[in-house]
């Protein structure tokens, strides 16, 4: 079965350079969220998307922006990076007319800023 | 302010033997509780999930128990295996017409299971 794909698995960026994640969908789900994971933490919900609009925002900073585009897939921007802002982040899919609702993950793209 | 109480941090289990991690919630506007279960670098994946009008569910080896009143759920691994080793987390949602369903992750626990 097909899975969240998310790209790149690895970046490394230098501060106050810019960013973006991709993030493709399971497909015939209209509902994306992102996480940004830090070494031992729990992840932290930043923002969400249901058919294309912004449906929720959590703690993401005013330096990030995020978009989903026509065919679902979203895109998280990231500017002036901080050391901080070295994480796992990740995509995660649903199906809003799904019973459960489940929240299916993708393996995360690993930031590290230097 | 964390929502979702997750604990122990870590746990260390006997192969055979049973993982029990607890978690506890203070918003009763929350009506889904799934556990996630993340090996290194890689995402969550969910394991299994309970809704509040049930107290028990059962699935294969895992099963979560669900107290309402006292506002806790928690995770039972039957005849832990070392393949189980890994970080889980419990976490809850709500739906409704301001929500979006998005998951609120408790700390974490980490269980190793000792061949």
């Known amino acids: 079965a097909a899975g969240v794909i998310q790209s790149p698995r690895h970046l490394i960026k230098e501060k106050r350079e810019t960013a973006t994640l991709k993030c493709y969908p399971i497909?015939?789900?209209?509902?994306v969220y992102w996480y940004q994971q830090g070494p031992g933490q729990d992840p932290q919900f930043l923002i969400s998307?249901?058919?294309?609009?912004?449906?929720d925002k959590g703690s993401i900073p005013d330096r990030f922006s995020a978009q989903q585009f026509s065919d679902y897939h979203s895109e998280l921007n990231m500017s002036s990076l901080e050391l901080g802002d070295s994480a796992l982040y990740f995509c995660?899919?649903?199906?809003?007319?799904?019973?459960?609702?489940?929240?299916?993950f993708g393996s995360g793209t690993q930031l590290s800023v230097l | 302010q964390q929502q979702v109480k997750q604990s122990p941090q870590s746990l260390i289990v006997q192969k055979g033997g049973i993982s029990i991690i607890n978690c506890a919630y203070e918003n009763t506007a929350f009506d889904y509780f799934p556990w996630y279960q993340q090996f290194p670098g890689k995402g969550p994946a969910l394991l299994i999930a309970i809704r509040p009008d049930v107290s028990e569910k059962k699935e294969g080896r895992f099963t979560i128990s669900f107290n309402k009143s006292a506002k806790q759920f928690s995770l039972h691994i039957m005849d832990s295996q070392p393949g189980d080793s890994a970080t889980y987390f419990c976490?809850?949602?709500?739906?409704?017409?301001?929500?979006?369903?998005?998951?609120?992750f408790g700390q974490g626990t980490t269980l190793q299971v000792k061949p």
């Open positions: 497909p015939r789900h209209d509902t």
């Open positions: 998307f249901y058919e294309k609009m912004q449906s």
């Open positions: 976490a809850a949602s709500m739906r409704g017409s301001s929500n979006t369903g998005k998951l609120i």
């Open positions: 995660a899919s649903s199906s809003t007319g799904a019973p459960n609702e489940k929240l299916f």
